[in-house]
């Protein structure tokens, strides 16, 4: 018996969908039927030039198009992050937890790498001897000398230079840099500790081992504003210590100057010049391990040596007799005595394995451009005008951005906890250490006026002699400037024959004519003179 069916159930369509059917239908027939001319008419404009209906708008744009952007998952309340931390980042406890290199891995690096070793000494030694001081800071329409002098007569500079000379009490200042500068170039993270007296004073920068701190961050990624918790010290894989952010005012708080040098978005930790070399450091290492493989146990053998047939005749007896050789050389008394073999033995000597070549000089190569020093202790001789512009070059590229970063950090501690705002930390200029360069240097500087000869003594070291800025600088020697004019007057009414260098006519000709007069009368009466400056 068939099976009955059960009873239809009516169900209206939408008159919403019975309408884009027929639009999309009378869309196809327009397009089927219309002419090239009309087909070219711009978007949105019907074949004469009218606007088309909204809705016919609407249609074309979602025809295949990019769709609607998903609806936030996250409440309204949830701002901008600045990176996509992982979820309960602030739980984890070691530092860099979530970095692909440790900052235990980067320290093991720095020191058993020769090369990477000597080049941190290297930039170290190089920034210690650059001179530094604490100045007043120029503001807008502050002159140089008037700065000079503020910086001579403000008596909060020479307290807080002397604080500066030992800034910890404990390290000279360039001991202390020299721990900022392993911190900075090893692991890119300077931490400075501030401690402060019973009265809140400051007392000294501490800097602390930067493997030991462990980074927060809030809802947003950022550091957490005092009196939030953003650092903490991690000591026997321990949380030690809570510590936040600079904040002067809380003294009895517990803080901490974290600094980065190359910071980097998505990034919570820097990017050391060690980490940017990981993959050539290990390159380098493992060339070493095999060049000191070499020395220690070898590559492979010396000398090869074949034995007559009668003697050996199984691979057993051929063991025999290589352990028998081996002993008669493990006395070294006896390793360079005549050996006599038998006929038809053969000895061939093989040439030694290369220990260094080319790769080798591009390694060094590699580490001296990451570090901004110069290549040249380390490859091949090139003419000295080459390397003189190579030095410059490094100079600039990488001991000034090094310098810059360290007064970046000595103007925070004075600008936040010395409440120094107007004053400043600044390197000088390196100076040559050839006697003959400094003195061109000090001899052009007099000669353009920018230096006096008594401020040249000076820097000598030896006693001014009254030669100021009221003498003027002749091939002969320093002149005073009263000398020149009261020559020249006396040249002027003896009517000798210095002026006519001048033409005549005008006061103002007839006084050059006097000042050039003087200035021949005393450079001549300056050649009879045995006094020296």
């Given at each position: 018996?068939?099976?009955?069916?059960?009873?239809?159930?009516?169900?209206?369509?939408?008159?919403?969908?019975?309408?884009?059917?027929?639009?999309?239908?009378?869309?196809?027939?327009?397009?089927?039927?219309?002419?090239?001319?009309?087909?070219?008419?711009p978007r949105g404009l019907d074949e004469q030039g009218k606007p088309s209906p909204i809705e016919d708008i609407e249609l074309g744009t979602q025809w295949l198009g990019p769709g609607q952007p998903i609806r936030p998952v996250a409440p309204r309340e949830v701002r901008i992050r600045r990176l996509d931390y992982p979820v309960g980042y602030d739980y984890t406890i070691t530092p860099r937890s979530y970095e692909p290199v440790s900052f235990q891995q980067l320290q093991l690096l720095a020191d058993n790498y020769d090369l990477l070793r000597i080049a941190i000494e290297t930039r170290k030694k190089q920034i210690s001897r650059l001179p530094w001081q604490i100045r007043v800071k120029r503001q807008p329409g502050m002159t140089a000398r008037e700065a000079h002098e503020r910086t001579t007569s403000d008596k909060r500079i020479q307290k807080l230079t002397e604080l500066w000379r030992r800034p910890d009490r404990e390290h000279s200042f360039r001991n202390w840099t020299n721990q900022i500068?392993?911190?900075?170039?090893?692991?890119?993270?300077?931490a400075i500790y501030p401690r402060f007296t019973v009265d809140g004073d400051i007392y000294g920068f501490d800097v602390i081992e930067a493997s030991t701190i462990a980074r927060?961050?809030?809802?947003?990624?950022?550091?957490?504003?005092?009196?939030?918790?953003?650092?903490?010290?991690?000591?026997?894989?321990?949380?030690?210590?809570?510590?936040?952010?600079?904040?002067?005012?809380?003294?009895?708080?517990?803080?901490?100057?974290?600094?980065?040098?190359?910071?980097?978005?998505?990034?919570?930790?820097?990017?050391?010049p060690v980490e940017q070399l990981i993959t050539t450091i290990n390159i380098a290492l493992r060339r070493q391990v095999t060049q000191l493989e070499f020395y220690s146990e070898g590559g492979r053998p010396d000398?090869?040596?074949?034995?007559?047939?009668?003697?050996?005749?199984?691979?057993?007896?051929?063991?025999?007799?290589?352990?028998?050789?081996?002993?008669?050389?493990?006395?070294?008394?006896?390793?360079?005595?005549?050996?006599?073999?038998p006929d038809g033995s053969k000895i061939e000597t093989l040439g030694h394995e290369i220990l260094k070549d080319e790769?080798?000089?591009?390694?060094?190569?590699?580490?001296?451009?990451?570090?901004?020093?110069?290549?040249?202790?380390?490859?091949?001789?090139?003419?000295?005008?080459?390397?003189?512009?190579?030095?410059?070059?490094?100079?600039?590229?990488?001991?000034?951005?090094?310098?810059?970063?360290?007064?970046?950090?000595?103007?925070?501690?004075?600008s936040t906890y010395c409440n120094a705002v107007d004053l400043e930390f600044a390197y000088g200029e390196n100076v040559d250490p050839d006697p003959k360069v400094q003195a061109e240097v000090q001899d052009i500087k007099?000669?353009?006026?920018?230096?006096?000869?008594?401020?040249?003594?000076?820097?000598?070291?030896?006693?001014?002699?009254g030669i100021g800025k009221d003498h003027w600088i002749t091939p002969m020697g320093p002149v005073p400037i009263d000398e020149i004019g009261a020559a020249g007057a006396q040249s002027a009414e003896e009517g000798n024959d210095a002026g006519a260098l001048v033409p005549a006519g005008g006061k103002a000709l007839k006084k050059k004519r006097g000042l050039l007069s003087g200035l021949l009368r005393s450079t001549r009466l300056g050649k009879g003179s045995s006094e020296r400056y």
């Open positions: 018996m068939p099976r009955s069916l059960p009873p239809a159930r009516e169900t209206p369509i939408e008159e919403s969908l019975i309408k884009r059917i027929g639009r999309g239908l009378r869309s196809f027939l327009d397009s089927s039927t219309r002419t090239p001319s009309t087909q070219t008419q500068l392993e911190n900075m170039l090893v692991l890119d993270a300077v927060k961050i809030d809802a947003q990624g950022r550091t957490p504003v005092p009196p939030q918790v953003a650092y903490q010290q991690i000591i026997k894989g321990l949380p030690s210590r809570d510590l936040i952010a600079p904040q002067p005012k809380l003294k009895n708080v517990d803080q901490l100057y974290y600094h980065i040098s190359n910071p980097r978005p998505g990034r919570i930790y820097g990017f050391s000398v090869y040596s074949t034995l007559p047939k009668e003697w050996v005749t199984t691979p057993e007896q051929l063991g025999v007799f290589q352990a028998y050789w081996d002993s008669l050389f493990t006395n070294t008394a006896i390793r360079r005595q005549v050996r006599f073999m790769y080798d000089e591009w390694l060094g190569r590699v580490i001296c451009w990451c570090f901004g020093l110069p290549p040249d202790a380390i490859i091949k001789q090139v003419n000295r005008a080459t390397a003189d512009r190579r030095s410059d070059d490094t100079q600039e590229e990488g001991l000034q951005p090094v310098a810059e970063e360290l007064q970046d950090i000595n103007n925070f501690l004075l007099i000669k353009n006026g920018t230096l006096l000869v008594d401020e040249a003594r000076e820097e000598d070291g030896r006693e001014p002699r």
